[in-house]
């Protein structure tokens, strides 16, 4: 946890219609963080998912979607000028490194100048040295990463990236809490996707819904296995 994550779900408070716990106080206190934070009434989405109505699950999915939406709408902020974050930096909302456990060697990322910078530091590219290209060539799909990843990116998005069921509180039909800001920030526009159907490998039944929410992208989904797989995490087959 990091005291950026409050500053986080204030800015979403102020500037989105997104329900989020209301931060009382934030601070650190012998190296370790400690956000006071409203109590949500809600629970999990996925307590009793199966059991729900088409029509209850459509309407908890739309909100969502429209949460999602309102993220991806908001521009990234002009950086203040000792911060490397801003327009078209890869960065956390105070621009920033992203923090996310789930990448490879640290969970601490960045900030990147742009999003090619960001995919080259996931695959670890030493791309000055020409046995880089002629190595990974020997197995195709690692040159299909490489070409999806080297393609012209629009502007990153504002992105929760850790859209997991258990982050989804809700009451009845009404979504009363987006939880697990900690991996928010500015990311390529297929991150929240990939983010989400990743969030939790178990979770096969939230994957399955994950597209309803978010703007579904295969061929981002299938280079971030093999990157997973060849580059960090456990590799599963597409």
Not at 38 to 61: D, F, N, Y
Not at 185 to 210: K, Q
Not at 230 to 235: A, C, E, L, R
């Amino acid at each position: 946890m990091r005291l950026t994550e409050a500053h986080t779900m204030r800015f979403i408070a102020e500037n989105t219609t997104i329900p989020v716990p209301k931060v009382y106080a934030a601070f650190e206190h012998n190296d370790q963080v400690y956000i006071v934070m409203e109590r949500t009434k809600g629970k999990p989405v996925s307590h009793g998912w199966l059991q729900r109505s088409a029509a209850s699950k459509t309407e908890i999915l739309s909100q969502l979607k429209t949460m999602v939406d309102q993220l991806r709408a908001i521009p990234a902020p002009a950086p203040p000028p000792e911060s490397r974050g801003g327009p078209g930096r890869v960065c956390d909302i105070l621009g920033g490194p992203i923090s996310d456990d789930r990448l490879p060697d640290t969970h601490l990322w960045g900030p990147f100048a742009s999003i090619d910078a960001f995919h080259r530091a996931l695959r670890s590219a030493d791309e000055t040295d020409p046995l880089y290209d002629a190595g990974t060539a020997r197995v195709p799909w690692i040159s299909e990463m490489m070409a999806f990843q080297r393609a012209e990116w629009p502007e990153p998005v504002l992105t929760h990236g850790r859209l997991a069921a258990r982050a989804v509180r809700v009451r009845g039909d009404e979504v009363v809490a987006l939880l697990d800001w900690e991996s928010a920030g500015w990311m390529p526009p297929y991150w929240e996707y990939t983010s989400a159907w990743h969030a939790n490998p178990t979770d096969r039944v939230w994957r399955e819904e994950v597209g309803r929410f978010v703007t579904p992208w295969p061929d981002a989904l299938a280079m971030e296995i093999v990157r997973r797989g060849y580059f960090g995490g456990v590799y599963e087959r597409f």
